[in-house]
């Protein structure tokens, strides 16, 4: 989970009408914590997690917490 | 989970039993191995084979008596297997001369090898390579003994085998003869010796197993031990004394696991009912051409058990039977750190029980299954999304929104029915007139029946009243609406049992034991394993038994198939009861190979379409692939299953309730969003039907309206996401104004979690109108702050 592909994007947060920034951000599941970079909106915190993401990297990292 | 018992069970599964043929041969030559790379025309890998084995293979393979072709199971059916002739040809075709032996340091031990015969030169090839000095003493001027006097073999094949011995490293010592008075001296002089002449002036007893004379350093072993004239017995003998020498200088034990040393046999027994009998090839010169050799090693059944993993897709996918499953199961529940890589696997069978019926020693990896995912969740091992959609399905069916349980309307409550003309057409009307306020039968219709067929439970409510009523004016036929567990148990989760088990128990309490009337095969097999105080009978069988509803019955003319609900194989009342209907209905019955007790599942067993969606389609498509015809089922989940894989299904109430038409329409099945309102809609039409109350609609109310296309609606099928979730996010990101905006295609994206799973949707806004774009989920949690 170390790697975030996109790092830019033209997803703005629509409340604070803000365009978004890669930062770390925690994430857990299950027994795992782990920081990483992802793209939020710098006013309100809200993470932006795109299509690829969710069913890529981050269904693969889901998927080997759950059979540790 | 016993762990040893199990592996008890993985070793007696016959799967790697070795065919007659192996057993049979002294020395265990690989049969289907060899024939296989025939088949092949590999003659070289062929060769490698045989010399595997076979010591003096190039010589041996040319004068072998082949026990093994005696036994072979072909026999019968066109002739054994010419093995020998096999042999013959691949040497001929295959033969390739050894690389240079490494002359490695021989410093285990020294043994003296009596008698340069065949067996004498195997046991010294043999102890030669595990690393002992040994030295052959001959009587004559050269070694082979009886091999000369074979008409099959040539003078210069036979010196040009034998000169390797001495290349080895061998020492051999030539016209010495070796007599009982100095055998003594020889004894002092070696660490053991080996005795291999044909004959001998004293009698000895020799151990049948280790061929050790007493506890002493002698071994005998070739014609003198075999007393019989086989070369390929004598061979084996000479293979089996250097194992005991072996042992015997090492100190190790002399008999520890050897049982299956020279000819046994074996557990395998191969039936050949179903094979065709094909004549052995005859060779057209001296040995088999390369074309002759490989339509003689097609004729090898290559017999082994396969029974279980013909008749199971799901062994079939992960490649495995009985015997390595468990190991696998034993290596994932043992592992401490480290990928569970069985997870997978385990929750991929249907827990059907088809491998045991098949099974010739009945290993069922059902109960095995079973026990693997209860022990998973006792160490929280199981893994988390492979049944959470099911599991929060079930407790749906177990909440206000769908579980409901009435006692059959009274008497007092229906009196508004009492009168000419309903009394005297309605059986139903008659069936409350004669209420009795004793509840002698529960209707349970379970929860898959009612989100797929909820039009029916109605209507085989009232039916089951006046049917039930009209013969047993005692009893009255109650409803109870509800999910019996099935999902759970099949889940490995014995904690959310009793949720549903002692809430069903309390109420049959209360309403003095009925008997429960059960529509669902799942719900049969639960109530059976977890409430057997409770007495069943399946729908079907109160419709044969009490007549069938009385509907404008078009008789059907055509053929289906059945196929039988895995979770009833054992019932075989039921399947005569379904035949039964479905021959009164007119129609006739096609019986699959895989029916009644040898039913298949249809994949949504073992909640695999939710673990494993590909594994459950495989289910799917065996099935389908069984018949041409369009298959009947009485199983809600069946025909789901199957419709969803594109075949025409009808459920057994399709066909009673006349509903087998419009045979060019594709058939539909409600999503798993429909499925959950159907189940609401259901209770509350018959509350309000039924027992007259009347139910506020609990569903939320949303000021905009959503629209899904059905590439969406398939998507979220795919993704387990149920409308109420995008409702949700939608709903929540208007209101809270939290979600993205896209600038350039001006879509929004909006995310919530709701328990345990964080729901995104894309969408477009144009006033009221939500046109969904995209759904996806995730369960890793996003900490925000
Ligand atoms: S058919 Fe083939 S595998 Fe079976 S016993 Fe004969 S040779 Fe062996
Ligand atoms: S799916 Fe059925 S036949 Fe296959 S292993 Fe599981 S219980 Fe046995
Ligand atoms: S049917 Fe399967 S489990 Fe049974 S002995 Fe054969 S290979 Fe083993
Ligand atoms: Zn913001």
Redesign the pocket.
Same mark, same amino acid.
């Given at each position: 989970m170390n790697e975030q592909t996109n790092t830019t994007t033209v997803w703005m947060c629509d409340k604070c009408q803000k365009a978004l920034m890669s930062q770390k951000v925690k994430v857990r599941y299950l027994e795992g914590n782990f920081e990483v970079e992802l793209l939020k909106c710098p006013e309100c915190n809200m993470v932006f997690i795109g299509e690829d993401l969710a069913l890529g990297k981050i269904l693969e990292v889901e998927k080997s917490l759950e059979d540790k | 989970m016993d762990l040893d018992k199990l592996l008890d069970i993985s070793n007696q599964c016959i799967h790697s039993e070795p065919?007659? $043929?192996?057993a049979s041969c002294p020395v265990h030559m690989d049969?289907?191995a060899f024939?296989s790379e025939i088949e092949k025309g590999d003659f070289a890998k062929a060769y490698k084979v045989m010399e595997n084995k076979i010591p003096f293979s190039r010589l041996i393979g040319k004068i072998c008596d082949h026990p $093994?072709e005696r036994? *072979?199971?072909?026999e019968n059916c066109g002739g054994? @297997?010419r @093995?020998s002739e096999l042999e013959k040809s691949v040497i001929d075709l295959g033969y390739m001369p050894p690389k240079k032996p490494l002359l490695m340091p021989k410093t285990k031990g020294t043994v003296a090898v009596i008698g340069g015969g065949l067996s004498g030169c195997v046991t010294a090839v043999e102890l030669d390579k595990k690393g002992y000095k040994v030295t052959i003493y001959e009587k004559t001027d050269r070694l082979g003994g009886s091999l000369w006097a074979h008409e099959g073999l040539e003078a210069s094949l036979i010196e040009e085998e034998l000169s390797t011995i001495e290349k080895k490293g061998i020492s051999v010592v030539y016209t010495t003869e070796v007599t009982e008075q100095t055998l003594q001296t020889y004894l002092q002089q070696y660490d053991a010796l080996y005795l291999g002449t044909s004959e001998w002036s004293k009698h000895y007893t020799i151990h049948p197993q280790t061929l050790q004379v007493d506890d002493s350093a002698l071994f005998v072993g070739g014609k003198l031990q075999t007393q019989n004239p086989s070369v390929i017995f004598s061979a084996s003998s000479g293979k089996r004394a250097a194992v005991s020498i072996d042992r015997y200088i090492t100190k190790t034990s002399m008999s520890a696991s050897r049982e299956r040393e020279g000819v046994f046999e074996t557990k395998l027994e191969?039936k050949t009912d179903n094979v065709t009998p094909v004549e052995s090839v005859e060779k057209t010169s001296a040995y088999y051409a390369e074309n002759e050799a490989i339509q003689e090693a097609k004729r $090898?059944?290559? *017999?082994q058990c396969t029974e279980c993993i013909k008749a199971c897709v799901h062994m079939q996918r992960f490649n495995i039977t009985p015997d390595s499953y468990i190991r696998s199961i034993n290596h994932n529940e043992r592992i401490v750190l480290g990928t569970r890589s069985a997870n997978l696997m385990i929750n991929s069978c249907t827990e059907c029980g088809l491998c045991k019926e098949v099974c010739p020693i009945g290993i069922g990896m059902k109960e095995i299954i079973h026990a693997t995912r209860q022990s998973m969740v006792e160490r929280k091992k199981m893994p988390l999304s492979a049944h959470d959609f099911a599991l929060k399905d079930m407790q749906f069916s177990n909440s206000d929104a769908f579980s409901l349980i009435r006692k059959q309307p009274s008497k007092e409550a229906s009196k508004n029915l009492f009168y000419y003309p309903v009394i005297a057409f309605s059986a139903y009307a008659r069936g409350l007139y004669k209420g009795s306020s004793k509840t002698g039968y529960l209707f349970y219709p379970g929860c898959q029946l009612s989100s797929t067929h909820t039009e029916y439970i109605g209507d085989i409510y009232k039916h089951l009243v006046g049917a039930i009523k009209n013969k047993d004016a005692d009893n009255d036929v109650g409803l109870y609406l509800g999910c019996c567990g099935a999902p759970a148990d099949w889940a490995g989760r014995l904690d959310l049992m009793p949720e549903s088990i002692e809430k069903i128990h309390k109420t049959w309490q209360e309403m003095d034991e009925p008997t429960f009337i059960l529509a669902c095969s799942s719900c049969a097999a639960t109530f059976e394993k977890y409430l057997p105080m409770i007495k069943t009978i399946s729908l079907w069988e109160v419709f044969d038994t009490y007549g069938l509803p009385e509907v404008d019955i078009k008789k059907g003319k055509r053929e289906l198939c059945i196929h039988d609900a895995c979770a009833t194989r054992h019932n075989s009342k039921l399947h005569q009861s379904v035949r039964h209907i479905v021959k009164t209905l007119g129609y006739t019955i096609q019986e699959l190979e895989y029916s009644k007790e040898k039913a298949k599942c249809c994949g949504y067993g073992g909640l695999v379409s939710n673990a494993n969606p590909e594994q459950a389609e495989d289910f799917v498509k065996d099935r389908i692939e069984e018949s041409e015809h369009d298959v009947l089922v009485y199983c809600a989940m069946c025909k789901d299953a199957l419709v969803k894989g594109s075949k025409r299904a009808y459920h057994l109430l399709d066909i009673i309730y006349g509903n087998e038409v419009n045979q060019d329409e594709p058939q539909k099945m409600p999503t798993l969003s429909e499925r959950q309102n159907n189940r609401k809609r259901l209770k509350y039409k018959l509350l309000k039907e039924i027992w007259n109350e009347e139910e506020s609609d609990m569903s939320p109310s949303y000021n905009f309206t959503l629209h899904l296309c059905d590439e969406i609606v398939a998507l979220m099928e795919k993704r387990f996401i149920l409308l109420s979730d995008v409702e949700k996010v939608v709903e929540h990101s208007l209101t809270h104004k939290e979600r993205f905006f896209n600038p350039q295609t001006s879509d929004y994206l909006a995310r919530l979690r709701v328990q345990n799973v964080t729901f995104w949707v894309k969408y477009e806004e144009q006033g009221s109108d939500i046109t969904v774009k995209d759904v996806y989920s995730h369960r890793m949690e996003v900490v925000e702050d």
């Amino acid at each position: 989970m170390n790697e975030q592909t996109n790092t830019t994007t033209v997803w703005m947060c629509d409340k604070c009408q803000k365009a978004l920034m890669s930062q770390k951000v925690k994430v857990r599941y299950l027994e795992g914590n782990f920081e990483v970079e992802l793209l939020k909106c710098p006013e309100c915190n809200m993470v932006f997690i795109g299509e690829d993401l969710a069913l890529g990297k981050i269904l693969e990292v889901e998927k080997s917490l759950e059979d540790k | 989970m016993d762990l040893d018992k199990l592996l008890d069970i993985s070793n007696q599964c016959i799967h790697s039993e070795p065919p007659t $043929c192996v057993a049979s041969c002294p020395v265990h030559m690989d049969v289907i191995a060899f024939v296989s790379e025939i088949e092949k025309g590999d003659f070289a890998k062929a060769y490698k084979v045989m010399e595997n084995k076979i010591p003096f293979s190039r010589l041996i393979g040319k004068i072998c008596d082949h026990p $093994c072709e005696r036994v *072979c199971v072909r026999e019968n059916c066109g002739g054994s @297997i010419r @093995i020998s002739e096999l042999e013959k040809s691949v040497i001929d075709l295959g033969y390739m001369p050894p690389k240079k032996p490494l002359l490695m340091p021989k410093t285990k031990g020294t043994v003296a090898v009596i008698g340069g015969g065949l067996s004498g030169c195997v046991t010294a090839v043999e102890l030669d390579k595990k690393g002992y000095k040994v030295t052959i003493y001959e009587k004559t001027d050269r070694l082979g003994g009886s091999l000369w006097a074979h008409e099959g073999l040539e003078a210069s094949l036979i010196e040009e085998e034998l000169s390797t011995i001495e290349k080895k490293g061998i020492s051999v010592v030539y016209t010495t003869e070796v007599t009982e008075q100095t055998l003594q001296t020889y004894l002092q002089q070696y660490d053991a010796l080996y005795l291999g002449t044909s004959e001998w002036s004293k009698h000895y007893t020799i151990h049948p197993q280790t061929l050790q004379v007493d506890d002493s350093a002698l071994f005998v072993g070739g014609k003198l031990q075999t007393q019989n004239p086989s070369v390929i017995f004598s061979a084996s003998s000479g293979k089996r004394a250097a194992v005991s020498i072996d042992r015997y200088i090492t100190k190790t034990s002399m008999s520890a696991s050897r049982e299956r040393e020279g000819v046994f046999e074996t557990k395998l027994e191969f039936k050949t009912d179903n094979v065709t009998p094909v004549e052995s090839v005859e060779k057209t010169s001296a040995y088999y051409a390369e074309n002759e050799a490989i339509q003689e090693a097609k004729r $090898c059944l290559k *017999c082994q058990c396969t029974e279980c993993i013909k008749a199971c897709v799901h062994m079939q996918r992960f490649n495995i039977t009985p015997d390595s499953y468990i190991r696998s199961i034993n290596h994932n529940e043992r592992i401490v750190l480290g990928t569970r890589s069985a997870n997978l696997m385990i929750n991929s069978c249907t827990e059907c029980g088809l491998c045991k019926e098949v099974c010739p020693i009945g290993i069922g990896m059902k109960e095995i299954i079973h026990a693997t995912r209860q022990s998973m969740v006792e160490r929280k091992k199981m893994p988390l999304s492979a049944h959470d959609f099911a599991l929060k399905d079930m407790q749906f069916s177990n909440s206000d929104a769908f579980s409901l349980i009435r006692k059959q309307p009274s008497k007092e409550a229906s009196k508004n029915l009492f009168y000419y003309p309903v009394i005297a057409f309605s059986a139903y009307a008659r069936g409350l007139y004669k209420g009795s306020s004793k509840t002698g039968y529960l209707f349970y219709p379970g929860c898959q029946l009612s989100s797929t067929h909820t039009e029916y439970i109605g209507d085989i409510y009232k039916h089951l009243v006046g049917a039930i009523k009209n013969k047993d004016a005692d009893n009255d036929v109650g409803l109870y609406l509800g999910c019996c567990g099935a999902p759970a148990d099949w889940a490995g989760r014995l904690d959310l049992m009793p949720e549903s088990i002692e809430k069903i128990h309390k109420t049959w309490q209360e309403m003095d034991e009925p008997t429960f009337i059960l529509a669902c095969s799942s719900c049969a097999a639960t109530f059976e394993k977890y409430l057997p105080m409770i007495k069943t009978i399946s729908l079907w069988e109160v419709f044969d038994t009490y007549g069938l509803p009385e509907v404008d019955i078009k008789k059907g003319k055509r053929e289906l198939c059945i196929h039988d609900a895995c979770a009833t194989r054992h019932n075989s009342k039921l399947h005569q009861s379904v035949r039964h209907i479905v021959k009164t209905l007119g129609y006739t019955i096609q019986e699959l190979e895989y029916s009644k007790e040898k039913a298949k599942c249809c994949g949504y067993g073992g909640l695999v379409s939710n673990a494993n969606p590909e594994q459950a389609e495989d289910f799917v498509k065996d099935r389908i692939e069984e018949s041409e015809h369009d298959v009947l089922v009485y199983c809600a989940m069946c025909k789901d299953a199957l419709v969803k894989g594109s075949k025409r299904a009808y459920h057994l109430l399709d066909i009673i309730y006349g509903n087998e038409v419009n045979q060019d329409e594709p058939q539909k099945m409600p999503t798993l969003s429909e499925r959950q309102n159907n189940r609401k809609r259901l209770k509350y039409k018959l509350l309000k039907e039924i027992w007259n109350e009347e139910e506020s609609d609990m569903s939320p109310s949303y000021n905009f309206t959503l629209h899904l296309c059905d590439e969406i609606v398939a998507l979220m099928e795919k993704r387990f996401i149920l409308l109420s979730d995008v409702e949700k996010v939608v709903e929540h990101s208007l209101t809270h104004k939290e979600r993205f905006f896209n600038p350039q295609t001006s879509d929004y994206l909006a995310r919530l979690r709701v328990q345990n799973v964080t729901f995104w949707v894309k969408y477009e806004e144009q006033g009221s109108d939500i046109t969904v774009k995209d759904v996806y989920s995730h369960r890793m949690e996003v900490v925000e702050d």
